[in-house]
């Protein structure tokens, strides 16, 4: 499975706006698996709640999607929790509590049953933005859980892909968030990506996935190889950057939150890499 | 000038306590020189933006305070600003957004004067919990901005404070915020301390800043000495530990909001430290 | 191509056993592609320059051998060049200058073009033990010398080798020294493995690799998984470990060179991971 | 006291200068407490065993000296521990074993211990040049040992000294390393400083030292204010820039050992502060 976490639309001045949130999903929705919404590069922390319940309303996906929820409580998620059961996630990805990681302790694995006692959730390791880890042994436990039914690992550190693929149950789904290490990921395990890139690229990460799928091994490391500076920007770039990148291809992707920057600046390295890729037909 | 940053209660089931919440700071003024609300031990970001308005209306502070902020962007941070505003805050202590910082660049700088364009503005770096820098270089440009009129460094760095001391107009205000290091901060030019210490010891951090300043610099020494225990261990047990000290000295700090912790696993080593201060009466 | 890096015997007393060294040597050249001495787990750095060139000369490997090289500056590096080149050795495999990195700057580049001037060159990424980076800006630009032939990256990030794959140059030779990522370095474009854990289970990872290049990838995952916890014990247990394992297993390894621990803390949890391995037929 | 490490000539095609050598450490010698030999900043690891005994040899210090070691097994350490023993020092400074330090364990007690057997031996805390840690509690056993006598931070981690003063017992020498803090060092209980800026301002740090112990506070403060530029720069430009700030003010203080820059990026930012502290006379 390729999802791709879609970008949340703010304009100019910093207003979310729900009608190209809508937009940007049903032109996203057909060429991928489904959907991560307030996910890595949703910008679900940039939203108060009730903007977070305005935008989840607004979508109506049809395939599979998962919520992203980024608190550090748990009296604090009730709400963003009874949101997505009602919008029909198939699960919560929830990142670990982060402000008072160090006096967490116990609370770790606390916090995700608390959330699983409600619905299905996916553990988010993603230390590039909440720069606390998610220890593998709490994974180990965790994975024993059985509404928490599977992770979604940005790190790049694939030892921890390595790990779950001798140490986790075999049903217990991996996806990676990492692009530039994507096919490195398959081999270990991964059953597929939720990776920013499939804003973009979603055909191409789907032919790789396909190609290793079908033991088509040449083929996709050569994709892989031709992916690699697309995902390898995109990770330094972060939010602005893909966002500039979907406005490029004429895509209702929108502005970062107030104070980020409107435009990246390593647009001008990634512009030739995306545009050479369209070219060859890998863009959406 | 030392203020505590006091601990926001909530009963055993995580719900915010407004009345325990008065009480607390209504035991402390008297003791201090003012306070810190929603700061790096008043668990703000365990707040709803309901709740914290709630809090904040629930205090009447005499002295001066500080309001704590730990936005992620602009249009999330005008409420709690205004709220702040409205209720007396002599300035808004604010860090800097985190969750995406990787990708903030210029967004740092103006993330500020943004905020500043309303009421006076704190810098605060505490690492420990936000996880991001706040680089030399910005805190030289910022302190040049005539409504960002101090800095909250808790980071324990104390090259900064010199830095600080040695670069940055005279009568921009520098709090500690790293009770370990209290002493070397005065001597490196810190005005004062926030410090989760001063919950429990306001009186011995106060004799301390005052030997400091009439020039008793050997019985300064003798309480950095004897208080040095006291800080570090609070640095290491945070929040947590914290409440259970304030609750075992009959104050109604209240608990960790879930699912933090509700006993810390260090208590057993800070309650004789704890207690053996008592006994000296440095304790409130 | 699967090399070992074989471990210099010390006695229990800490001198250096040259017989000791070439039994090892001869008991696992035939099981193997070749040999690193004094390589990451060969504790060149343990060895005094005359040591160090009596090691050396004790030795007579028949395959292809890469030595080691863990020095601070050119002139130091000079002795060790030279005795290399003398023994034969298909290439120095060097780390950086770590004591000063922070003002290296330009050194570092000039450091390789340095000792290639002499012979080949294999650069060293292992920054568990460097604790220093080796930029991958610095590779892109190394990698254009016609003498500096390859490299060994045992730091596990996985990006590192993705990077390797889709920006060198397609003759320069990619070596993995992180067993417990193995296929995914393979996948990743590595040509093989320098791997400690190959000093135990040698026709393990050569069956890996064999899986992997003749395409058979589901029986390339088994192997993988069935060998990553040996691989990952052994990154956290280190030079310790291996020897004991070693020992164990009847073999010369001797001891770590004092201070070191003679035996490992996680012997314990190591060695029914080495005993059903062995019961398998796995090891050497 | 004071004491500046004083940094070990090489000519530029990197032959160390015994005469230089000599007549730098005769020049220095009279305005300071006493010397640091192969310190910090002595580049001791960039010589080989028979280079460092003919450097030791040349100097004749007749002020108390300190001899740094970075070695990393006992057997490597025993013949500098023989020289320095018979050159006379006062102390070995020893760093803790480091590429292999994760598998150390128990052996970093052990390591010092069977230094001291030898000599009087004072701990050594370099991070930034080590990348290892020398944990409190590792410190706080050692410092009961009899020739374990003292101890030189150079991390800048002022929570350390501040631990040191209110832990370990009364006449433990603690001498800061780090020269941007060094007023707040002093305040937490150091008894001086070994400061590469010492090599450039002796008389200053000399005068800040003296003001801080009769209670001239504000005229310490106002030094402290004074000299952070020309701590501060040197911590970030090391040898290349000590050593070309040196050649600047006339002292044969050659250049580092290739490959590590001739001339420090730096420099020009550097010269101005140098100039105008020489201006005023704080420079030898």
Redesign the interface.
């Known amino acids: 499975m390729i999802l791709p976490p879609i970008p949340t639309p703010f304009d100019r001045e910093?207003?979310l706006d729900t009608e190209a949130f809508r937009e940007l999903a049903e032109a996203l929705e057909p060429l991928v698996d489904g959907l991560l919404i307030y996910g890595s590069n949703g910008?679900g922390?940039?939203?108060?709640?009730e903007e977070r319940a305005r935008g989840l309303r607004a979508l109506k996906p049809r395939k599979p999607f998962l919520v992203g929820l980024?608190e550090?409580?748990?009296?604090?998620a009730e709400?963003a929790l009874l949101e997505a059961q009602e919008a029909g996630a198939m699960a919560l990805l929830a990142t670990p509590?982060?402000?008072?990681h160090?006096?967490?302790?116990?609370?770790?694995v606390?916090?995700y049953k608390?959330l699983a006692e409600r619905m299905p959730i996916f553990l988010y390791h993603v230390p590039?933005?909440?720069?606390?880890d998610l220890p593998l042994s709490a994974v180990e436990t965790l994975a024993q859980h059985p509404r928490i039914t599977g992770i979604k690992d940005s790190s790049?550190?694939?030892?921890r892909?390595?790990?779950y693929?001798?140490?986790l149950r075999d049903d217990f789904r991996v996806f990676t968030g990492?692009a530039?290490?994507f096919?490195?990921?398959?081999?270990?395990?991964a059953e597929g990506g939720i990776l920013a890139a499939a804003n973009l690229a979603p055909r191409a990460y789907r032919s790789l996935l396909e190609a290793f799928r079908t033991?088509r091994?040449s083929e996709?490391?050569a994709l892989?190889?031709r992916l690699?500076?697309l995902g390898?920007l995109l990770s330094r770039?972060?939010?602005?950057?893909l966002k500039q990148a979907m406005r490029h291809l004429g895509l209702p992707a929108g502005y970062?939150?107030?104070?980020?920057?409107q435009e990246?600046?390593i647009w001008k390295e990634f512009r030739p890499v995306l545009e050479a890729l369209k070219e060859e037909g890998w863009l959406l």
Do not use: C, I, W
């Open positions: 910093g207003r910008e922390v940039h939203l108060t709640p980024m550090e409580t748990v009296p604090q709400r509590p982060r402000y008072y160090a006096s967490l302790g116990e609370g770790l606390a916090y608390a590039q933005n909440t720069k606390v790049g550190d694939l030892t892909l390595a790990f693929q001798a140490h990492h530039p290490t096919l490195g990921a398959l081999a270990l395990g033991g091994l996709a490391q892989q190889k690699f500076p390898n770039g972060g939010v602005p950057l970062p939150r107030p104070p980020y920057p990246s600046p």
